[in-house]
C-alpha cells in the first residue's frame, strides 16, 4: 500500500519511513510510546494513545455496582388538600401555582423540622418518609407530630393567601419496606406501607390525621388517639384498623405522661408565668418553703404553656432555642397561697 506524503504529495512505499520525494517523516508517532504509525490511524496499535490529541487511552468503563437493597421499618406521611380539582378550577392558573408554591415549602418546612424527607410531589398530593435513609427509634412520632402540624398550617395558610376554608388530610402509615436504588436520587421505597397510607388518607376527614395500627402502637404514649375500628380501604382485601390522631399528650417518647388523675394548681397563676417566662425552669427562681411542689410547678408550666412538650411545633420539638419570655411585672404583694 503506498503512502503518500502530505508535503509534497509524493506516493511512497508502505516500507518506507521518509518521503522519497522531499525527506520528510511519514505517517505519525505515538507521543506515548514512539511507534510510527500509519497516518489512516487515530491510535496507536501498541499501547493505544489517541494519535489525534496525543491523550492517553480512556479508561474502561466499570459499571458501578447498585446500592443493595435492604429491608427497612419505614412511616410514611401522605397528605392531600381537600377539593383542589375543584378549587383549581375556580382560579387563575397563576394563582393556583402560587398557591402549590407556597404550600409545598410550608410543608415541607414542617416534614424536615420534625426530621423526615419529601419523596415527591403527585399534583397536590406529598408523600414523606421517615427512615427510609436515616432510622430513628422515634420516627413514627416525628410523622404523626408533622401530620398534627400540618393540618393546622394549612388553613393557615388559607388565610394568608385569601383561600377560605382551605383544609387538608393525612396518613401516616409504618411497617416493612424494600428500599433500594431508584426512582429519584433519594432511592426507591416499595411495600404495601405506601399504598395503606395513601389509603388511609383518602378516608380521614378534612382537617384530621388518620393512622394505621402500627403507627398508634408506636406513638400511643405520646399522643392521643381515636379509634375508628376497621376500615373498607380501596384495593386492600382485607380492613385495616385505623385510628384519628387527637393531639400530643407529653414530651417525646412519652416523657412526663402520668396514668393517674392529677390535680390542678390553684392559685398558682403569677407563679406559674415566672416558671414560664424563665428559661428552662430556671431553679433560682422557684425557691420556696417546703410543700410547694417545685417540682410539679415546673413540669405543669412545661406542659401547659405555648410552644411546651404538648405542643406540636417544629420549633418546640427541635430544641428550645433558650429566648427569655417577658417575665410578668412583680405584684406589689404576692398572692397568698389558697
Same mark, same amino acid.
Given at each position: 500500500?503506498?503512502?503518500?506524503?502530505?508535503?509534497?504529495?509524493?506516493?511512497?512505499?508502505?516500507?518506507?519511513?521518509?518521503?522519497?520525494?522531499?525527506?520528510?517523516?511519514?505517517?505519525?508517532?505515538? +507521543?506515548?510510546?514512539?511507534?510510527?504509525?500509519?497516518?489512516?490511524?487515530?491510535?496507536? +496499535?501498541?499501547?493505544?494513545?489517541?494519535?489525534?490529541?496525543?491523550?492517553?487511552?480512556?479508561?474502561?468503563?466499570?459499571?458501578?455496582?447498585?446500592?443493595?437493597?435492604?429491608?427497612?421499618?419505614?412511616?410514611?406521611?401522605?397528605?392531600?388538600?381537600?377539593?383542589?380539582?375543584?378549587?383549581?378550577?375556580?382560579?387563575?392558573?397563576?394563582?393556583?401555582?402560587?398557591?402549590?408554591?407556597?404550600?409545598?415549602?410550608?410543608?415541607?418546612?414542617?416534614?424536615?423540622?420534625?426530621?423526615?424527607?419529601?419523596?415527591? =410531589?403527585?399534583?397536590?398530593?406529598?408523600?414523606?418518609? #421517615? %427512615?427510609?435513609?436515616?432510622?430513628?427509634?422515634?420516627?413514627?412520632?416525628?410523622?404523626?407530630?408533622?401530620?398534627?402540624?400540618?393540618?393546622?398550617?394549612?388553613?393557615?395558610?388559607?388565610?394568608?393567601?385569601?383561600?377560605?376554608?382551605?383544609?387538608?388530610?393525612?396518613?401516616?402509615?409504618? %411497617?416493612?419496606?424494600?428500599? %433500594?436504588?431508584?426512582?429519584?436520587?433519594?432511592?426507591?421505597?416499595?411495600?404495601?406501607?405506601?399504598?395503606?397510607?395513601?389509603?388511609?388518607?383518602?378516608?380521614?376527614?378534612? *382537617?384530621?390525621?388518620?393512622?394505621?395500627?402500627?403507627?398508634?402502637?408506636?406513638?400511643?404514649?405520646?399522643?392521643?388517639?381515636?379509634?375508628?375500628?376497621?376500615?373498607?380501604?380501596?384495593?386492600?382485601?382485607?380492613?385495616?384498623?385505623?385510628?384519628?390522631?387527637?393531639?400530643?399528650?407529653?414530651?417525646?417518647?412519652?416523657?412526663?405522661?402520668?396514668?393517674?388523675?392529677?390535680? &390542678?394548681?390553684? *392559685?398558682?397563676? =403569677?407563679?406559674?408565668?415566672?416558671?414560664?417566662?424563665? +428559661?428552662?425552669?430556671?431553679?433560682?427562681?422557684?425557691?420556696?418553703?417546703?410543700?410547694?411542689?417545685?417540682?410539679?410547678?415546673?413540669?405543669?408550666?412545661?406542659?401547659?404553656? &405555648? %410552644?411546651?412538650?404538648?405542643?406540636?411545633?417544629?420549633?418546640? #420539638?427541635?430544641?428550645?432555642?433558650?429566648?427569655?419570655?417577658?417575665?410578668?411585672?412583680?405584684?406589689?404583694?404576692?398572692?397568698?397561697? +389558697?
Amino acid at each position: 500500500m503506498a503512502i503518500r506524503c502530505p508535503g509534497c504529495g509524493f506516493d511512497n512505499d508502505a516500507s518506507h519511513r521518509f518521503c522519497a520525494g522531499c525527506g520528510n517523516r511519514l505517517g505519525k508517532t505515538c +507521543p506515548a510510546c514512539g511507534r510510527g504509525c500509519d497516518p489512516a490511524h487515530r491510535f496507536c +496499535p501498541d499501547c493505544g494513545t489517541s494519535l489525534d490529541a496525543g491523550t492517553a487511552p480512556a479508561s474502561p468503563s466499570v459499571p458501578e455496582t447498585p446500592a443493595p437493597t435492604e429491608r427497612r421499618l419505614v412511616t410514611t406521611l401522605f397528605c392531600d388538600l381537600v377539593g383542589f380539582t375543584s378549587l383549581s378550577e375556580q382560579l387563575d392558573p397563576e394563582r393556583v401555582r402560587g398557591l402549590l408554591t407556597a404550600y409545598f415549602d410550608r410543608c415541607r418546612n414542617v416534614i424536615e423540622g420534625f426530621g423526615g424527607e419529601v419523596d415527591k =410531589y403527585t399534583g397536590d398530593a406529598i408523600t414523606a418518609f #421517615w %427512615g427510609a435513609r436515616r432510622a430513628l427509634p422515634d420516627d413514627a412520632e416525628r410523622a404523626v407530630r408533622a401530620g398534627l402540624e400540618l393540618i393546622e398550617e394549612v388553613p393557615a395558610l388559607g388565610d394568608e393567601v385569601g383561600i377560605e376554608g382551605l383544609q387538608l388530610r393525612v396518613g401516616v402509615n409504618t %411497617g416493612e419496606t424494600a428500599v %433500594g436504588p431508584g426512582g429519584n436520587e433519594k432511592g426507591l421505597v416499595l411495600g404495601d406501607v405506601v399504598n395503606v397510607a395513601a389509603r388511609l388518607q383518602s378516608v380521614a376527614e378534612p *382537617g384530621t390525621v388518620v393512622v394505621g395500627d402500627t403507627t398508634r402502637r408506636l406513638t400511643e404514649d405520646a399522643i392521643a388517639y381515636q379509634e375508628l375500628g376497621l376500615l373498607a380501604l380501596r384495593g386492600k382485601e382485607e380492613s385495616v384498623r385505623g385510628w384519628r390522631a387527637l393531639r400530643v399528650e407529653t414530651a417525646r417518647g412519652g416523657r412526663g405522661r402520668t396514668d393517674g388523675i392529677e390535680p &390542678p394548681f390553684v *392559685g398558682r397563676q =403569677y407563679e406559674l408565668r415566672l416558671v414560664e417566662g424563665a +428559661p428552662g425552669g430556671d431553679r433560682r427562681r422557684e425557691a420556696g418553703p417546703a410543700g410547694v411542689d417545685r417540682r410539679r410547678r415546673r413540669q405543669s408550666a412545661s406542659r401547659d404553656s &405555648p %410552644g411546651s412538650s404538648r405542643s406540636t411545633s417544629t420549633a418546640s #420539638w427541635r430544641a428550645s432555642t433558650g429566648t427569655r419570655a417577658a417575665l410578668p411585672p412583680t405584684p406589689t404583694a404576692s398572692p397568698s397561697a +389558697p
